[in-house]
């Protein structure tokens, strides 16, 4: 059973690829060579197949044509400008800290200190729902919502030692 492919590796391979790259009359020679070098040292072997390889090898010892006329570049339409939207806020983490932690390792000041930064109702209500705290969905004012919060967490602190013992 005959071969279909070469396996091709150093200056062989390197003289394929520029070859193969040469042969595309739409490729401009500066650009050519510079893909073919790109190409070169980004590639260790290739497998082709052997009757690409076999019309490469003819085509390499023949001469391209010097009075081939140059070949058009395809018109590029270029897209109006896309308008960015500013980067917005970063997205609200509710576990960016442990209420839990903070009551037990720093107090209740603490605790309604790192509340206090927090200054939509939204997000007071996504830290009760993401850390297990029940406080009623319908307070919407911050001020009874953090007092809310906090009364809570302390509520979970006392049932997880009553828990412990």
């Known amino acids: 059973m005959a071969r279909t492919t070469k396996q091709l590796s150093g200056a062989g391979k390197d003289k394929f690829l520029r070859g ?3 042969s595309e009359p739409a490729i401009p020679a500066a650009a050519a060579e510079a893909l073919a070098e790109t190409m070169c040292d980004a590639i260790a072997d290739v497998r082709v197949r052997r009757d690409a390889w076999e019309a490469g090898k003819k085509t390499s010892t023949a001469k391209p044509a010097s009075g081939a006329a140059p070949v058009a570049q395809p018109a590029v339409a270029t897209e109006p400008a896309v308008e960015t939207a500013p980067p917005s806020a970063p997205a609200f983490d509710p576990f960016a800290f442990s209420a ?41 004012d911050l001020a009874p919502l953090r007092e809310a919060l906090v009364a809570a967490t302390e509520a979970r602190l006392a049932e997880r030692r009553a828990a412990a013992s």
């Open 20 to 22: 193969i790259i040469a």
């Open 100 to 140: 839990l932690a903070v009551l037990t390792k720093k107090g209740r000041a603490a605790l309604a200190t790192q509340l206090a930064a927090i200054d939509t109702a939204d997000h007071l209500h996504a830290i009760a729902a993401a850390q297990h705290l029940t406080v009623d969905a319908a307070l919407k």
